[in-house]
């Protein structure tokens, strides 16, 4: 699961197509850079491993799994990879395609006669191609309030039939968002099609094969020994935070792994499905593996002329693009608090995989690291990445705290604004989010959402029919606004909701919800 804001995914999309050293480091140099990225983007944790020309040429863990514990990281320490498990979940049905359990171009109503889009135009022909590439015409994060935060009671079943409850946003098969939900009814697929659960299927086809052996998918994960602990340094000082729990998410984010085994996974992905003594077997054909590193849906490359990038797009769970010449294979993962990048350029026999444990500095650290390191191999100068990166999310920060503090500024403002709590009071519902209650408690307003228990929290007046709502699950930063619409006698009968930092991560999408209230 990919989990960052809007504003912070326009920059690192700057950041991760562009490249900045003359040498290509040394490990001595990778370890001061490491240290020095930990300490000035406050991170507790972090490991990184490149492989180079089918060796590992450096792996190491820097930092702490917990800053409790005090347990040091090193090579197999364990982190969730999120949405760096989107290519495994693209692998596991290459391997069913060459199979010939299924075809790329199959309608996925053929193997999921439930499945319903927004049309039935759009329903009768989604293929699993458009499972995987993003270009369903709905907006992003459509849906992931579903499982964000975690301890939600939504099913496989709940998101297979939500899709006709949501908006398009642009025509069908026109525009890249990013969407996490699609990829669980991928896993769906996966399962109907291999008789075993997703999970079972991943763990026994692809990291058992390759030998990835602290390696689970998730409700699998046995060993919890060397497992990173998520933290968050938002506030301004590391702490740990609630990890999150993968439930029926895996096929979208649910992997653990560490980058001692995720550098057999760079280097298969390398070799194009080969692996092995001497490269001998194979997990998936190559023909499918060209279809996996082929564009499928067309992004805008990066303009900077410094970096000469013709193109960018997304295949199948890999972003695509160039860099002063060379092909560029990577994607991002995002949890709270754990956040995570694989880079590979296929021209250079080359991949970098880093692997964090703090929230936002995690991201900060991984895009850093990773283009000065891709920067020694692509021979442009030192760009001082770190302290580049530290400046834009400090100041991307504090924009975004701004909007914050204005609106809870607003709130102690107007505090003894009498309102009649009984207009408000009631049970609204949505198509595809369910039920939430609108209540007394202590003799305030609170709102709770009956089937995701985390979000539960106090309303305070804002302005008008405009609440502003602190939940209790602070982890990540997800507060919201909602405004009720009332009838003429001034009962409320709709909720419109919103985040209201615009750094708030996507997967929060309050605006997505349409909420009636029922009798």
């Given at each position: 699961m990919k989990k960052r804001s809007k504003s912070f995914l326009a920059v690192l999309f700057i950041c991760l197509t562009s490249t900045a050293s003359f040498a290509q480091l040394s490990s001595t140099k990778i370890d001061s850079l490491m240290q020095e990225a930990l300490q000035k983007f406050k991170v507790a944790g972090a490991a990184i491993a490149i492989v180079k020309d089918g060796k590992i040429i450096h792996q190491k863990g820097y930092g702490v799994n917990s800053i409790v514990?005090?347990?040091a990281v090193n090579e197999n320490t364990n982190f969730q990879i999120a949405s760096n498990t989107k290519a495994f979940t693209s692998a596991a049905l290459a391997i069913l395609e060459d199979e010939g359990k299924l075809k790329w171009t199959d309608k996925v109503i053929d193997h999921i006669?439930?499945?319903?889009?927004?049309?039935?135009y759009v329903t009768a022909n989604f293929t699993i191609l458009d499972l995987l590439t993003h270009r369903s015409g709905l907006g992003l994060g459509v849906g992931d309030l579903m499982f964000?935060?975690?301890?939600?009671?939504?099913?496989?079943n709940d998101?297979?039939?939500?899709f006709q409850h949501f908006k398009a946003v642009s025509p069908f098969r026109t525009q890249f968002d990013y969407d996490n939900l699609l990829y669980i009814v991928a896993g769906e697929v996966i399962a109907r099609e291999s008789g075993m659960s997703y999970e079972q299927f991943v763990q026994q086809r692809i990291i058992t094969p390759l030998e990835m052996n602290r390696t689970y998918v998730g409700s699998l994960l046995k060993d919890k020994s060397n497992l990173a602990v998520s933290h968050s340094s938002e506030s301004g000082t590391i702490k740990t935070i609630e990890s999150y729990a993968i439930s029926t998410a895996s096929a979208a984010g649910g992997i653990y792994s560490n980058v001692s085994d995720l550098s057999k996974w760079m280097i298969t992905q390398l070799n194009k499905g080969k692996y092995g003594v001497d490269m001998q077997s194979t997990l998936f054909s190559e023909k499918n593996h060209n279809e996996m590193w082929r564009i499928h849906t067309v992004e805008q490359a990066n303009p900077d002329p410094r970096y000469n990038s013709h193109f960018a797009g997304y295949g199948l769970g890999f972003e695509l693009g160039?860099?002063?010449?060379?092909?560029?294979v990577s994607h991002t993962g995002g949890l709270p608090g754990m956040l995570s990048i694989i880079t590979m350029y296929p021209d250079m026999n080359l991949g970098i995989v880093i692997l964090t444990n703090t929230e936002n500095g995690g991201a900060g650290l991984f895009s850093a690291v990773t283009q000065t390191i891709s920067d020694s191999y692509l021979g442009l100068?030192?760009?001082?990445?770190?302290?580049?990166?530290v400046g834009w999310m400090n100041e991307g920060r504090n924009q975004g705290d701004d909007v914050t503090k204005e609106v809870w500024n607003k709130v102690e403002a107007v505090k003894n604004t009498k309102i009649k709590n009984q207009d408000f009071i009631g049970v609204y519902e949505d198509n595809w989010f369910g039920k939430v209650e609108v209540f007394l408690k202590d003799k305030k307003l609170w709102m709770k959402c009956l089937r995701s228990p985390k979000l539960n929290g106090p309303l305070a007046f804002y302005d008008a029919n405009t609440f502003a709502i602190k939940w209790e699950y602070q982890a990540m930063n997800c507060d919201a606004m909602a405004t009720f619409t009332a009838d003429e006698t001034g009962k409320a009968q709709s909720i419109k909701m919103k985040?209201?930092?615009p750094n708030i991560d996507f997967s929060f999408d309050f605006?997505?919800?349409d909420l009636k209230r029922v009798n």
């Open positions: 514990t005090k347990q006669p439930e499945f319903k889009m927004y049309n039935d964000f935060p975690d301890g939600s009671n939504f099913t496989v998101v297979v039939t939500s160039d860099s002063k010449g060379n092909f560029k100068d030192d760009f001082g990445w770190t302290d580049k990166m985040g209201i930092s605006q997505d919800l």
